[in-house]
């Protein structure tokens, strides 16, 4: 219906200007060289038309998802139908006569990284549950460093050793294959993580899958640019370290980019009067975040990685230096461009499906790249789960002085089995893959685009479509409600309103690294409902000890990095294994120096105030009372 | 300081791209044919450093905005700052090697008309004070259309003599000329209002200029786009009524497009749950509002009034079916792109002074232009004052069935002498102009363009600079403080907090023709403070008489065209001339059909709930109990 009616539309914008009216006089328009029609003032209506034609089909992305949502359908997904839409769309444009639409929706990778990529990144920044990352960031890092690496590698090899056998006629050299490794190996987050958010999926899970696909898009692009600096020269054992230290420094660099824009933006707030002005206030921010980005392409590094950590750190800082229109407009725009952008990728996706019309599709290479990035991604996790867990084991052993394996003390893995499936599954692909694959030169191009633009759609659809199940089959835990992701939006109804469900549970929170249920509260739990068990999912208990002063103090620091309304419970631990449980205890110890860090020097020097309902030390106390009001 | 550190930025990355590292090898990206650097990888980073360098620049006019704000400064106006520091950017952009970022920030006018300018007219219909508007929406479309017709008209015959006697060479047919009076008759309301807001000018004389600068817009460009129509063919004098019938037709179709958008928006957000997911609400209806636009473009109707209207009636209608989250981000979300839209243009048309390379200027031409457009202001504005004047009194003459000149009554004029001085000098041009004339064809394009500009930033720099003087030397009334202005927003620290001056006055405002201050009242009031007749202007006082149930009814659906929290207040009227304000009264009963319709039959059928805090009549009430509550 909707495919007619834009058909209908575009015969009707031919017949409405009258041929005679509109010669190519003296004062109208230059002609455009790309243009084939030859008619100035039609390219104008055109251009109206093709952006009416993509903000139609956005509008409709966004009434499916509210359709499916409400009717609860959950065997489609929303960014499946989005890249089905742009697809029929996509058909529909090629077939009708005329060019000049087809070339304004073309995929354009300048359009894709410059404004389409920035507003999600920027947004998962903002909004991300700092606690979980950070506590989750070894896993988040291996996945997404070495993972993408071995991802790439895999790929790159069963694509080169293809290409040799030259059954496709298609030519690459190794480097080239590593390129589109590096292309093939970009996951993306947003469909697995709106199932995720829909099911209520076990946080911990949300978090390694969310980080890594973040942090891999970056690395993904890091990859590709080295791999393009090797082109042409011949590869030498040195050449993969020299990537690697490349490499690792634009990683370092970015993010040192990315945490001083958010430093300066929280000094600027903080030492100046803008605040008085919440709409330059505003627009500030959102530049400030924006250049970081542009700066950092600009300057070669990686303008995802210093756009995260930009909104990591504004969120961490920055936020509470905002007036509270500003604190509210941030949050809104930064979601509202997210979720705009978002299924505008999808659809671009689609479309570009059929309006690029030099695509050469190859079958068998299409097929031989999705078997390759199937094994590559089996090769990427499941070794990297069990060196994870393997160190996670050691850790333990190393802290309590027990060898774990003697006294049959059953801990469990840091990502289970069911995790490793979960993340291999949640391997889609993304329209980072394709933007970077629009960077491919030579006779190769055209095919090996095609081929990256077939597999990404396919994974969307197969595993994006069939995760729902998989949560099933792998008996994920579904339903658990993160209580410290209330959000202190007081007209946030989407946000989940935690009731305690044992309300004699008191206590703080801590700043842990992952654990998952210990044996010694197995027996003091497993009487309590599930939901608790939900509740308690990555929690230390509070042990009644000596160290209940630093304990109090180390958890303020940790709400310091939640919400700012974050609840304080824990639970009292009845029985339990003291030497393991301090074994937890002694191990993060030592991650909370950042934290006391943090909290005694970082806040004070770049806060006006600590937030309230925060206990903060002596020493903050005194700097706080140099450290002016908040409201001049 | 600016401008060195862009500069050095420029070589930096040129050296940055190690020369041996960068060959153009089989898989790099394929040329841009028209880049003059052979080096894909540079356009890449220079792509990011053009956009760092605008939003750069669009910080720092942020910040100047800021700056003068808190300083007060009022020498110099911050729009007259961002032309400057545009002009300057660009100089430098055209005196460094290298074309591609010359190339990337020209002046382009499909992202002005598609991007930049829509976000400006959404947030004016909008945040539109609905009341004043459609108050003084006689003396608005007076200047807007007839007096943009007037202006175009003479500046073309200006311009065509000039060109005829062929001191410049420059060759043009009448109807060209006509189409360059048209883009010199588009004024701007940017930097003018923005000072109005700063002085808190007369509600009145604000809305007017407001008003027309709106839609003398979208004249311009119905009429230039006219004229184009008509190159080429010889002009009759039945050309003139086609154009005009043309032109109407265009007018009322766009008004008619714009207003049936909103009003589906508002039963769409009725009739379904969608505000359940303020996300894709408050993406739907930002997407709604622009497709008004680009629909309406496409089907060669104006964008701009569609727009308008779309903006008006989404305020008046939809507004108050979204959640409060959607109401909160809409206008949050409408303001921040208007802001950064509006300092955008004033640096894009200092930049295009420079980076346009093919600009011809002709300084005789230039002063030509500057001095016909001051001309066809004064021949606009003036003559149009006074039939606007004649036709007040005729019609309160009318109503009262007194003649106003026999009986010594003294009438102040509807557009008292200073108020058109001001109306006049708040003629400056703005890039609507420039935009279209971009769409100059043939020989004379470069120099007409050079001339549109110029004279442009001529008007922002030396009207925009003087208009705080020209304030004080008209005497217009500053200090007014709009009660009906409250911001229903509660985070809105800018809006100015009303506290009436007088608490005992009582009683409903009146949806009234405009009025000045009437001699009936003047003896009345000479004793109150000046702000009480700031507050008084425009109102029209609550005649005890058998009318007030009808006048509460009347003044109940006033409130609800202003902003929901508006207060009520008028004052009590000793003594006066029942005859002249009966006339008021009875020419005010006319226009009250409209908001009698609107309460009793449109929103009812268009609004989930009426809005607290007003009355509604016995309608209502019934149609009310059968509309739903408004949270499912």
Redesign the interface.
């Known amino acids: 219906m909707t495919s007619l009616a834009i058909y209908a ?1 575009q015969l ?2 031919k017949r ?2 009258p041929d005679d ?3 190519v ?6 002609d455009d060289d790309h243009m084939e029609d030859s008619n100035p ?1 039609e390219n ?2 055109f ?3 093709a ?2 034609i993509l ?2 089909l ?2 409709s992305a ?2 499916s ?2 359709f499916l ?2 009717r609860r359908i959950k065997a489609i997904h929303e960014t499946v139908l989005s890249i089905f839409c742009g697809m029929i769309v996509g058909l529909i444009i090629r077939l009708s006569p005329g060019h000049y639409i087809q070339d304004a929706v073309k995929f354009n990778p ?1 359009y894709f990284f ?1 404004i389409l990529l920035p507003p999600i990144i920027l947004n998962s920044g903002y909004e991300l549950h700092q606690a979980n990352f950070f506590r989750n960031i070894g896993s988040i890092l291996t996945f997404a460093i070495p993972g993408t690496f071995i991802s790439a590698l895999v790929v790159g090899i069963i694509i080169y050793i293809w290409t040799a056998i030259g059954l496709d006629n298609v030519k690459l ?1 190794f ?2 294959a590593l ?1 589109v490794g590096a292309t093939l190996s970009a996951t993306d987050p947003v469909t697995i993580l709106s199932i995720f958010n829909a099911y209520k999926v076990d946080p911990k899970l949300y978090t390694i899958i969310f980080g890594e696909s973040l942090l891999n898009d970056a690395i993904s692009i890091v990859m590709f640019e080295t791999c ?2 090797f ?2 020269h011949p590869v030498k054992f040195s050449s993969f370290f020299e990537g690697i230290g490349l490499f690792l420094m634009t990683f370092t660099i970015s993010t040192i980019i990315g945490i001083l824009i958010g430093v300066l933006v929280a000094l600027i707030l903080k030492h ?3 605040r ?5 206030e ?3 921010v ?3 975040a ?2 970081s980005y ?2 950092s ?4 590094m990686s ?1 995802i990685v210093s756009l995260l950590f930009c909104g990591i750190t504004l969120k961490h800082y920055a936020y509470y230096n905002m ?3 500003t604190q ?2 941030t949050k ?2 930064f ?2 461009l997210a ?2 952008s978002e299924n505008f990728i999808f659809i671009y996706l689609g479309l570009s499906l059929f309006t690029e019309v030099e695509l050469v599709f190859k079958p068998l290479l299409i097929i031989v790249a999705f078997i390759s990035i199937c094994v590559a991604r089996w090769s990427a996790v499941f070794p990297l789960s069990r060196l994870l867990n393997f160190l996670y084991r050691a850790r333990i052993e190393k802290y309590s002085g027990i060898n774990l394996s003697t006294n049959s003390i059953n801990i469990p893995d840091e990502i289970s089995h069911s995790y490793q499936m979960m993340i291999f599954w949640a391997g889609l692909r993304g329209a980072v893959g394709v933007a970077l694959a ?8 055209w095919a090996l685009l095609a081929t990256v633009l077939v597999v990404v759609v396919l994974t969307v659809i197969l595993f994006g479509g069939t995760t729902a199940s998989m949560l099933e089959i792998l008996g994920i835990k579904i339903g658990c409600v993160d209580e410290a992701a209330e959000s202190d ?1 007081e ?4 946000a989940p309103r935690i009731h305690q469900a044992v309300p004699h549970l008191m206590g703080n929170r801590r700043f842990t690294k992952p654990t998952t249920k210990v044996a010694a509260f197995k027996d003091n739990l497993s009487s309590r409902n599930s939901s608790m068990h939900n509740l308690l999912d990555g929690e230390n208990p509070n042990i009644i000890s000596g160290d209940d002063d630093e304990d109090f103090a180390g958890s303020d620091a940790d709400d310091l990095m939640l919400e700012p309304h974050g609840t304080r419970n824990t639970f009292s631990n009845g029985t339990g294994d003291k030497g393991v449980l301090g074994a937890f205890l002694s191990a993060e110890e030592h991650a909370k120096w950042f934290t006391r860090f943090d909290e005694e020097v970082l806040k004070p020097v770049l806060l006006d105030t600590i937030p309230t309902g925060q206990v903060s030390s002596s020493d903050s106390t005194n700097e706080l009372s140099t450290g002016g009001s908040r409201r001049d």
Chains 1, 2 share one sequence.
């Open positions: 539309f009707l914008a409405a200007v009216l509109v010669d006089p003296d004062l109208s328009p230059p003032v104008e209506i251009s109206s038309w952006l009416f903000l139609l956005l509008m966004l009434w998802s509210y949502q409400q300048g410059n050299e480097v080239d390129a393009q600096k082109h042409g100046s009067h803008v008085r002005y919440p709409q330059i505003t627009c500030l959102l530049l400030f924006y250049q542009f700066f392409n600009g300057a070669h303008g007036s509270r229109r509210i407009a809104y725009i979601q509202l979720q705009l629009m960077g491919f030169g030579g006779e190769a191009k939006d007209f946030d109804i989407e």
